[in-house]
């Protein structure tokens, strides 16, 4: 195991292109899906990043198979939840103002495309913290086949924050992690999407990852 997530951690680093890695929980196995009458149901999420919009344009092109139908769900820090924390943790999020912008005109751009345009469903979650984004993810349980989410979705996001106290595999990013859980469905499958990284730096990972 540690073998193979070196080779993980390699791949993401030095990758010409963007990479998907997919945690199969029977998704490859489902048969015949041209000809199948069965809906394969799959949601993308949305927290924001470079890495989430690659998950979003991913899954454009996943929503042109005739069988599938997909569900775009934003998660989004809620208004009414201000607390001292979030106050501090706000300092962050305003150096990272540029990036949310590119979010939101993306996310604009997309959602006139393709949700206006009736190819996808749409539904959003208002959350405090990262308790409430660890039960929303529970929640998909038994909803969808496939959940498509970028590496470093929500990395620097307050309803991620003290996710990496307690990842299993940082290969995989806070919310691809739980998702990958062993405490989560084992019938969901996951496709973690990161972005075309140039220079090949990542974070969430440690430098002297050995497999020694």
Same mark, same amino acid.
């Given at each position: 195991m540690r073998y193979l997530m070196y080779v993980v951690e390699q791949v993401l680093r030095s990758a010409p292109c963007s990479v998907g890695i997919l945690v199969d929980r029977g998704f490859s196995s489902i048969d015949n899906i041209s000809s199948s009458q069965v809906t394969i149901n799959?949601? +993308?999420?949305? $927290?924001g990043g470079k &890495?989430?919009? !690659?998950? =979003?344009?991913?899954?454009?092109?996943?929503? %042109?198979?005739?069988r599938v139908k997909l569900?775009?769900? %934003?998660?989004?820090v809620d208004p009414n939840a201000e607390s001292s924390r979030l +106050?501090?943790? %706000?300092?962050? =999020?305003?150096?990272? @103002?540029? !990036?949310m912008k590119l979010d939101d005109e993306y996310f604009a751009q997309f959602y006139e495309k393709h949700v206006v345009g009736g190819?996808?469903?749409?539904?959003?979650?208002?959350?405090?913290?990262a308790a409430e984004t660890f039960s929303t993810l529970r929640s998909f349980e038994g909803q969808y086949s496939l959940v498509i +989410?970028? %590496? !470093?979705?929500?990395?620097?996001s307050i309803l991620t924050k003290g996710m990496n *106290?307690? @990842? @299993?595999?940082?290969?995989?990013?806070?919310?691809? &992690? +739980?998702?990958?859980g062993p405490d989560f469905s084992m019938t969901v499958s996951v496709? $973690?999407?990161? @972005?075309?990284?140039?220079?090949? *730096?990542? *974070?969430? =990972?440690?430098? &002297?990852?050995?497999i020694m």
């Open positions: 799959v949601a +993308v999420i949305f $927290i &890495d989430d919009r !690659e998950a =979003l344009a991913y899954a454009s092109r996943v929503a %042109r198979h005739p569900t775009i769900i %934003r998660l989004l +106050v501090g943790y %706000r300092v962050i =999020l305003e150096e990272q @103002q540029k !990036e190819h996808m469903s749409y539904t959003e979650k208002h959350l405090a913290n +989410v970028g %590496r !470093e979705g929500g990395l620097n *106290d307690w @990842q @299993q595999c940082p290969e995989l990013g806070p919310i691809g &992690d +739980v998702l990958s496709l $973690i999407i990161q @972005q075309h990284k140039v220079k090949g *730096d990542l *974070d969430g =990972l440690d430098d &002297d990852f050995s």
